[in-house]
Structures are given as structure tokens and as C-alpha cells.
């Protein structure tokens, strides 16, 4: 099956810890996005990659941080310098424009629970 | 700074019904529109994507449509059934250097059977 997957589903984490959230996919696909939702928001872009090896930061990406190392993984680390870390996250994948529609594909997300 | 509001945030309609949800954004310069539906505490589902030079896309009972000269998107359910129960979401992708989505807050549809 092809698809994103993330892990876990469930996530919490004590005050002062660091958390990596895990975003895998077998599309193929060459750009990786995170975004965050919180309730009555509309999701909000954290962090973008284009292509192996190079990202760029998305409207809130003040205390994450995250890599790219392989095409088909993109993790999402949420450090404890991020204030107010509860909420859904998810990650999504597309082809980048130019070679398709570049049509997003999300995953199923992880809820992040700060105890 | 482009801005995607969705309206109503809630509707709530008896099974068979037909049914319009609306989505306007601030900017016209978009690269495309996508609908997404969620269900309560999962990812998001593509259902339809209009391209920026296109005015309707179908699939199934939906039909998504799009006037960039006013900002504004349509997504249309013929027939809805109970399934249909679930949160809408429109995203605009804006293109320029990092063809982000900006998401609307949802309107969050319950089909009564």
C-alpha cells in the first residue's frame, strides 16, 4: 500500500522534554510538509522540504526543528523552547509543482499531549 | 497575505438533501484549491483539486468549482447520506516559493438520517 504513515498516534511529553514526531512515506514523493491544527484553527504550516537535505521554515517554526536525510522520512522535533506544544500534528507529501499538480497527501497525524 | 475563510462553520441537514459549502480566499493569485474532508480525530482526505485555469472538477456525488475573479470556491454533495458526516476543509495553494496550503477553519457537516 502506498501511503504516509506516522508514529505514534499518541504522544506525550513532560515539561522541558524534547519529542520527535516520525513521518514516513513510499510515494515517492520529493516535498514533505508539517503542519499543526488546533481546535478552531485552520492547520498552519511549520516546517516545508522540497528535496533531500534542504528545508525551509513555514509560518510557525519557532521552536521545532526538523531533518531530511532520506526522500522517503521527514521528522519533526518539538523542543522544549516551544511554549504551547499540545495539539494535532500532521504531515503531508506531494510531487513539486512543475513535475505534477502538486496535490497534498496527509497523514493520519499525531496528537501531542503536554503533561 | 492570503486568507481562506469557510461559511457556515456548521451545517446540519437531513439524509438526501443536496448541499452547498462555500470557500472564499483573499487573494486571486492561487495555483490551485483543494477539498479535504476529516473525520474526527484523523488526517485529512483529498477529495478534489481545481487547478488555477480550471472552473469545476467532479468526482462521484461531488462537484468542487472555482471563480478566482471573486475568490471563491464551491463544493457540492448531491444526495448526502450519513457517511458524508464529517469536517470540510479548503485549502488554497498560493504557489511562489514553498506552495504551502492555506486552510480555511472547516465547516463541520452532519447528514441526520
Known amino acids: 500500500d502506498g501511503g504516509i504513515t506516522q508514529s505514534p498516534k499518541y504522544l506525550f511529553r513532560k515539561e522541558g522534554q524534547n519529542v520527535t514526531l516520525s513521518c514516513e512515506q513510499n510515494?515517492?514523493?520529493?516535498?514533505m510538509y508539517w503542519y499543526r491544527q488546533d481546535p478552531g484553527q485552520g492547520l498552519r504550516l511549520i516546517y516545508y522540504s522540497q528535496i533531500v537535505n534542504d528545508f525551509q521554515k513555514g509560518d510557525i517554526a519557532e521552536g521545532y526543528s526538523v531533518s531530511r536525510e532520506k526522500k522517503e522520512s521527514f521528522p519533526l522535533t518539538v523542543t522544549s523552547a516551544q511554549k504551547n506544544p499540545t495539539a494535532f500534528y500532521l504531515c503531508?507529501?506531494?510531487?513539486?509543482?512543475?513535475?505534477?499538480?502538486?496535490?497534498?497527501?496527509f497523514g493520519p497525524g499525531t496528537r501531542l499531549t503536554v503533561l | 497575505k492570503q486568507e481562506v475563510t469557510q461559511i457556515p462553520a456548521a451545517l446540519s441537514v437531513p439524509e438526501g438533501e443536496n448541499l452547498v459549502l462555500n470557500c472564499s480566499f483573499t487573494?486571486?493569485?492561487?495555483?490551485?484549491l483543494q477539498w479535504f474532508r476529516q473525520d474526527p480525530g484523523k488526517g485529512l482526505t483529498s477529495l478534489l483539486l481545481i487547478q488555477s485555469s480550471q472552473r469545476e472538477q467532479t468526482s462521484g456525488r461531488l462537484n468542487a468549482s472555482l471563480d478566482k475573479s471573486s475568490g471563491r470556491s464551491t463544493l457540492y454533495i448531491a444526495a448526502s447520506q450519513p457517511g458524508d458526516s464529517a469536517t470540510y476543509l479548503c485549502?488554497?495553494?498560493?504557489?511562489?516559493?514553498?506552495?504551502?496550503?492555506?486552510f480555511g477553519k472547516g465547516t463541520l457537516l452532519t447528514v441526520n438520517p
Open positions: 485549502a488554497v495553494n498560493s504557489g511562489g516559493s514553498n506552495y504551502k496550503l492555506t
Open positions: 503531508a507529501s506531494s510531487i513539486p509543482p512543475g513535475q505534477g499538480n502538486n496535490e497534498q497527501f
Open positions: 487573494d486571486s493569485a492561487i495555483y490551485n
Open positions: 510515494l515517492n514523493h520529493d516535498a
